[in-house]
Nanobody, 126 residues
């Protein structure tokens, strides 16, 4: 059973950077597509980014973070990352990583993901 644990959240000032990590255990993360999602209070969970499996796995980003976010994975560490810059107050949310057994597609919807982490809070405020 694949398990995912996010870390790296916290309080950040507007304009600042943040890197979230998603450590996997129980299975090799490289055999899964990965996604990052977020959920703000009172709102539905929304996609931030996705990455297909493989050495040149396709990536995609929500329009709200394009140019400010980079998804990546380190197979040696069995960990995925979401690097964000120029953070805005509207980026405040609980961020979740997810993994899909449909590995070679970059999924931009929650329904395609089989495994989820518990989430990490990101608060962007001055």
């Amino acid at each position: 059973q694949l398990q995912l644990v996010e870390s790296g959240g916290g309080s950040v000032q507007p304009g600042g950077p943040l890197r979230l990590s998603c450590a996997a255990s129980g299975h090799t993360l490289n055999y899964f597509a990965i996604g990052w999602f977020r959920q703000a209070p009172g709102k539905e969970r929304e996609v931030v980014s996705c990455m297909a499996a493989g050495p040149a796995g396709r990536t995609d980003y929500a329009d709200s973070v394009k140019g400010r976010a980079t998804i990546s994975r380190d197979n040696a560490k069995n960990t995925a990352y979401l690097q964000m810059s120029s953070l805005k107050p509207e980026d405040t949310a609980v961020y979740y990583c997810a993994a899909s057994a449909d590995a070679y597609y970059c999924h931009m919807t929650t329904s395609q993901y089989n495994y989820w982490g518990q989430g990490t809070q990101v608060t962007v405020s001055s």
